[in-house]
């Protein structure tokens, strides 16, 4: 009698028994069961559906390859597991459908016991795409391979499919995730690169990341219905020629989360590396609430929007108020972009408590004063608080960002021109809300009290 072969057999048998088991599938998945929970690591190179009556951990990087699928239906929970910082990686031609509802979302979270949790506890989502990214190769690879080799190589070269699909994100929340795998190459809570228009992304919230929130590299991706809650760092964050378009976007900061060791903003957009082609970040928004620090905020808050080095923007009907320091801010290059008609700000409402526009950097053209007339010029209009936007509730844990109806924001968005002509709805507010609270359902502010430190 074979007594190795003997012992083995005994031992799944006892396993069986107590509900344990252990498996990997063909699309080279290791996955361990106890009792409706699973832990997934490695690779899914086929189709691969998860169950919602099952708690999930993702342990390492799990990749996604070209040619496989990862389906999560409503109400599934997904916990990143902190000692690897694991991460969920869809690669170059993989996709993903996170198939919440308002009702039961997704919930990526961390592993840790409620109370315990914290933001960097796992590493967070990044899809990848084919379409197109301004480096001289029309490719680029997630801060430069840190991931490792082959990992997270994104757009589609000479060739890009600007509506490439990637898959589909919506009624998703991230929570906890954002991890700095070295000095200034992280992972953040959702980032999106080279990611075509047929992806399909919308109400989707990053909470309590440990670096930026949205990042946008390069791509060509849309986006309704996004929210940013007490990261870190920044809360949208675009580079490497991204120029989709984004509605309904909110944005809320807490005074005493923010970057150590950067700056934490409401947007930033910078191409940090050289153009290519002329092609230059121009990303259109409209219909965003931001909520900042405050004047109290800790000193490494910094502007509501800056407006940065090798970028373009269209940034229409939208409320910035609450920034520790200014408003809006833009360097000499976007300014003299604004003044060339290739970037647009206008129909917002903007308080900051430093300035409400200011110029950042070297500058030796523009002043302050032609920044103002410029921004006065586009039905931009400045309150002098927080409460004079009429938002109904900016307290930081129950945020109610629809309109009183005596709201300035009432009747001051404008779709004119060919940016914001098609792709949006047409509504006749600024900020993210009218009346209706659109996250109101699925989104979570309170993770002292609610399910979503339950899990």
């Not at 997630?142 to 589609?156: D, I, M, Q, R």
Request: aromatic residues 10%; contains cysteine; hydrophobic residues 40%.
């Amino acid at each position: 009698m074979d007594f190795k072969k003997s012992k083995n057999f005994a031992f799944a048998v006892m396993l069986a028994a107590l509900g344990f088991g252990s498996c990997k599938d063909d699309n080279n998945v290791e996955e361990t069961i106890v009792k409706g929970n699973a832990t997934i690591s490695g690779e899914i190179r086929g189709s691969r559906t998860l169950s919602a009556d099952t708690v999930y951990t993702l342990s390492g990087y799990v990749r996604v390859l070209s040619g496989g699928s990862l389906t999560i239906p409503a109400g599934t929970v997904i916990k990143g597991q902190t000692s690897t910082k694991a991460a969920l990686i869809i690669e170059r031609g993989g996709k993903i459908f996170a198939n919440g509802t308002e009702a039961r979302p997704v919930v990526f979270t961390s592993e840790k016991a409620v109370g315990e949790r914290k933001p960097g506890d796992w590493a967070g989502i990044i899809i990848c795409g084919n379409s197109k990214v301004n480096t001289a190769t029309g490719t680029a690879q997630y801060e430069s391979g840190v991931l490792g080799t082959e990992v997270a190589v994104y757009g589609g070269g000479a060739n890009p499919n600007l509506a490439d699909n990637s898959g589909v994100f919506k009624y998703v929340r991230i929570e906890f995730a954002g991890y700095a795998i070295q000095t200034d190459k992280e992972i953040n809570g959702l980032t999106l690169c080279g990611v075509g228009s047929g992806t399909e992304v919308h109400h989707v919230q990053v909470s309590y990341g440990g670096d930026d929130a949205f990042e946008f590299f390069g791509g060509t991706v849309n986006a309704k219905y996004l929210i940013a809650y007490s990261n870190v760092d920044d809360d949208f964050d675009m580079d490497q020629g991204y120029d989709g378009k984004l509605q309904y976007g909110v944005s809320i900061k807490d005074p005493n989360i923010y970057d150590a060791a950067g700056t934490s903003r409401g947007i930033e957009l910078e191409n940090k590396a050289a153009v290519a082609n002329n092609f230059y970040s121009r990303p259109v928004l409209s219909n965003f609430t931001f909520i900042g620090p405050g004047v109290d905020g800790n000193v490494k808050h910094g502007a509501t929007v800056h407006l940065g080095l090798n970028s373009r923007i269209v940034l229409a009907n939208s409320i910035f108020v609450g920034a520790r320091t200014n408003g809006i801010e833009v360097v000499e290059d976007v300014a003299a972009s604004l003044s060339a008609n290739t970037s647009s700000v206008s129909n917002n409402i903007v308080f900051g408590n430093a300035a409400n526009y200011a110029l950042s950097g070297t500058v030796t053209t523009y002043t302050v004063q032609t920044l103002t007339n410029y921004f006065a010029g586009k039905n931009n209009a400045v309150v002098t608080n927080v409460a004079g936007a009429g938002i109904t509730s900016a307290t930081l844990n129950n945020p109610v960002l629809t309109l009183t109806s005596g709201s300035v924001a009432n009747g001051k968005a404008s779709f004119a021109g060919t940016d914001l002509a098609s792709g949006f709805d047409v509504v006749t507010y600024a900020g993210a809300m009218g009346t209706s609270n659109w996250a109101q359902g699925w989104s979570d502010f309170n993770f002292s009290k609610t399910a979503s430190g339950g899990y």
